[in-house]
DNA sequence: CCCTTTCTGTGTATAAATTACATAGAAATA
DNA sequence: TATTTCTATGTAATTTATACACAGAAAGGG
């Protein structure tokens, strides 16, 4: 095989090398209200910042595969459900060395996963969505993109992936909408479009507890 | 600075490195129909097997600008609107070395690029979108997903790039929208909507040669 | 136990957006 | 100049989205 040049796709031997990270945008919802997974970093750069959960890819593995192990690692979290969202490129964006990273979003029912800080990590919490902090590295600017990915998702589609228990009544889903996209819908309005779109099944059962006894249903 | 672990945000000096291609998906719009631009290998892998336009990212540069450059060093292509699509990261998908790839589409007029093949390309081709061969590496998943996110952006906003000439016929516009979606659009209600969309702009000036003396358009 | 509160569940009228569809006029061609 | 083939345009019908009010169910307090 002859020398091979900067158009050939890739195969150069001897091409630029470089890390490439996973980040993850964990949401979940939680006193009624879309939170997202911050971790606060213990070491350089972005000491005792707050940023996204990642790490770098693993030999073998592919991107969702290393998300997966990253998050198991830190929180427990297995199996769920991954979304890519873009990918970053930089040059300055990691202040040590050139660092790659693509995003991925999840959704999550917080208290399946208690959550504790581990290895290099000193601190780990839900945020609400409007007290974000600033983040290290450009991960405000990852949380923003993942943020309107999954509005526009939740918009076209009924992805709600974890956010709510196996069973929860209309009223909570409704919620769950309304702090996504940040914006409030007309309770009637809401049922009807939800149901028609014939993706519920109605379980016969009423939630306890709760006035009106509202009826409870289940993904299909 | 203590040992660095996986959960650390790809700091880890040490960290596992991998090549990062950048491929894109040329759209043009040429004899009334849509065209995707390919490329075929001289060498292995995939010799005289015909591939998306792509390379390895640059030391120093974003992946963007590294899709410039070989588009450049290619096509004389330059400075043309890129849309991020998707990245992939199967272990397998490069038969020689592990790469990851990150896909962009670009909308071009063909007529204002002509194109020679440089380099490790023996040939250089425009195809129509139906016309696509079997292609190297994963790259027919690549164009079917870069397709699907055209349809997309093209569906929800007036997003044509270059695909015509800086004065069009709303004829022409149709076609290029009936071509993209694979779908025939009625006349009436296409002028209607595109043009409440206030996009456009009149220039008082007929199409010479035309039947009916339309009138051109340009973007506002 | 009953009264009050607060929630659930439902339908209809209106407005807005989408779809279907036909004819008269302009430019090219023979 | 007659014919062909294209452009330009409006309206009615349908579908979809929005606004809105009241009766019944469960909980809580006295």
Redesign the interface.
């Known amino acids: ?2 020398k ?10 001897d ?7 996973v ?1 993850c945008c964990v949401f979940g919802f939680q006193d009624n209200v879309l939170k997202i997974l911050l ?1 606060k ?1 213990s ?3 972005f000491k005792d910042y707050w ?14 595969e290393s998300i997966e ?2 998050l198991s ?2 929180t427990g979290i297995r199996k769920i459900a991954l979304e ?1 969202v ?2 970053y ?3 300055e964006r ?1 202040p ?7 995003s991925y979003y999840a959704l999550v029912k917080p208290e399946d996963y208690p959550v504790i800080p ?4 000193s601190d780990i919490m839900w945020f609400e969505i409007g007290d974000v902090p600033e983040l ?2 450009d991960h405000n600017r990852l949380l923003t993109d993942s943020l309107s990915k999954l509005r526009d998702n939740l918009r076209q589609n009924l992805v709600f992936g974890e956010l709510l228990p196996d069973l929860f009544t209309l009223k909570e889903l409704q919620e769950l909408y309304e702090n996504i996209l940040g914006e409030r819908l007309d309770r009637r309005n809401f049922r009807k479009k939800i149901l028609q779109m014939d993706l519920l099944v109605p379980t016969n059962e009423k939630k306890a507890g709760v006035k009106g006894g509202p009826e409870l249903y289940k993904k299909k």
């Open positions: 095989m002859s091979i040049g900067p158009l050939d796709t890739a195969v150069s031997l091409s630029y090398e470089c890390t490439i990270a980040e971790v970093r070491i350089e750069p940023v996204l959960p990642g790490g770098a890819m693993n030999e073998g593995k592919t991107l969702p192990e990253v690692n830190l890519q873009a990918c490129s930089n040059v990691h040590i060395k050139r660092v790659v990273s693509v581990k290895n290099y990590i290290g590295f």
